[in-house]
């Protein structure tokens, strides 16, 4: 979690490199989806544009086509997700039913004066979407990054205007960082961190923090893989168990309903007809 413009995608990609899972951009998904030209692209960039955020139900449904793709199925980064407490819940709900829970919510702080001089400082070249900043990266040959190649345009994203940034970070703030923040807190899995100042040194408080978080080094791709092999084969075994227990009842309960049955029929077949009473006999005879 983090404002627009907090880093929270560059650090991502350390995790992604450390970790080697997938990171899962809901802001990239919807960028791409414009660029295809689809229904929800062209919906969605009106929406960004402004400064708002795209329907739950969308997002919620957008996240759990991703989710369940095989190169997520031992982790994943998630930035951007959740914005909202409902996408948060549904979040909550997903993960229990892919049994993934989440290891840790990061939380990139940044100062709205240092946000906003950030963003509208930011240009992305349209064909390398190599990105510059006009106050401490520009590019070196501007309006191009690469002289006299016209297509190398450096722009501004039509949502970094100094307006839509801002109508952006108080988005962020009300629907976002506060109610979002509030329902992770409770759960111990947040963490917060100091995102200003040098990129490698906010990388470093991430890796720090989340080992310090979780009160060991975090564990590396190939360890927590094996981690949750090992723990898919417990629950395999366990299910195994049960069914076998299920069985072995149910062949117990016919082995015993069979020789009940079989009891009866020997008392049936052994016992003698009762006899008339004498009384009975002589009068018959008679
Ligand atoms: P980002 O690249 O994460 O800053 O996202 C860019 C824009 O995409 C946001 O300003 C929103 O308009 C939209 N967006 C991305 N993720 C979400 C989300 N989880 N919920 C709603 N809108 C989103």
Same mark, same amino acid.
């Given at each position: 979690?983090?404002?627009?413009g907090s880093?929270?995608?560059?650090?991502?990609?350390?995790?992604v490199?450390?970790y080697g899972?997938?990171?899962?951009?809901?802001?990239?998904?919807?960028?791409k989806?414009?660029?295809?030209?689809?229904?929800?692209?062209l919906?969605?960039?009106?929406?960004?544009?402004?400064g708002?955020y795209?329907?739950?139900?969308?997002m919620?449904?957008?996240?759990?086509?991703?989710l369940?793709?095989?190169?997520?199925a031992?982790?994943?980064?998630?930035?951007?997700?959740?914005?909202?407490?409902?996408?948060?819940?549904?979040?909550?709900?997903?993960?229990?039913?892919?049994e993934s829970?989440?290891?840790?919510?990061?939380?990139?702080?940044v100062?709205?004066?240092?946000?906003?001089?950030r963003?509208?400082g930011?240009r992305?070249?349209e064909?390398?979407?190599?990105?510059?900043?006009?106050?401490?990266?520009?590019?070196?040959?501007?309006?191009?990054?690469?002289?006299?190649r016209?297509e190398?345009?450096?722009?501004?994203?039509?949502?970094?205007?100094?307006?839509?940034?801002?109508?952006r970070?108080?988005?962020y703030?009300?629907?976002?960082?506060r109610?979002?923040?509030?329902?992770?807190s409770?759960?111990?899995?947040m963490?917060?961190v100091?995102?200003?100042?040098?990129i490698?040194?906010v990388?470093?408080?991430?890796?720090?923090?989340l080992?310090?978080?979780?009160?060991?080094?975090?564990?590396?791709?190939?360890?927590?893989?094996?981690?949750?092999?090992?723990a *898919?084969? &417990? =629950? #395999?075994v366990? +299910?195994v168990? @049960?069914?076998i227990?299920?069985? %072995?009842k149910?062949? $117990?309960?016919?082995?015993?309903?069979?020789? *009940?049955a &079989? =009891? #009866?029929?020997? +008392?049936?077949? @052994?016992k003698?007809?009762?006899? %008339?009473?004498?009384? $009975?006999?002589?009068k018959?005879?008679?």
């Amino acid at each position: 979690m983090g404002a627009p413009g907090s880093g929270k995608g560059t650090q991502a990609q350390h995790l992604v490199s450390r970790y080697g899972i997938p990171h899962v951009s809901t802001g990239d998904i919807l960028r791409k989806e414009q660029q295809l030209g689809t229904a929800l692209g062209l919906r969605a960039k009106q929406i960004m544009e402004s400064g708002g955020y795209v329907d739950d139900a969308t997002m919620i449904e957008m996240i759990r086509n991703r989710l369940l793709q095989p190169d997520a199925a031992n982790g994943f980064v998630l930035d951007g997700f959740p914005r909202t407490v409902a996408q948060a819940e549904a979040l909550a709900k997903l993960l229990a039913e892919i049994e993934s829970p989440l290891d840790a919510v990061l939380l990139f702080e940044v100062n709205t004066e240092q946000l906003v001089k950030r963003l509208s400082g930011r240009r992305v070249c349209e064909f390398c979407k190599k990105v510059f900043n006009v106050h401490t990266s520009p590019p070196s040959v501007p309006p191009e990054c690469v002289d006299g190649r016209a297509e190398h345009q450096v722009i501004q994203r039509a949502d970094d205007s100094e307006e839509t940034v801002r109508a952006r970070l108080v988005k962020y703030e009300e629907a976002t960082r506060r109610p979002v923040s509030g329902f992770y807190s409770y759960t111990g899995l947040m963490r917060t961190v100091d995102a200003e100042g040098d990129i490698n040194a906010v990388t470093q408080r991430m890796f720090d923090t989340l080992a310090a978080g979780s009160g060991k080094k975090a564990a590396p791709a190939k360890k927590k893989r094996a981690a949750v092999r090992r723990a *898919k084969v &417990r =629950k #395999a075994v366990k +299910k195994v168990r @049960r069914v076998i227990r299920k069985l %072995a009842k149910k062949v $117990a309960a016919k082995r015993s309903g069979a020789v *009940k049955a &079989r =009891k #009866a029929k020997r +008392k049936s077949v @052994r016992k003698p007809a009762r006899r %008339a009473p004498a009384r $009975a006999r002589r009068k018959s005879k008679r």
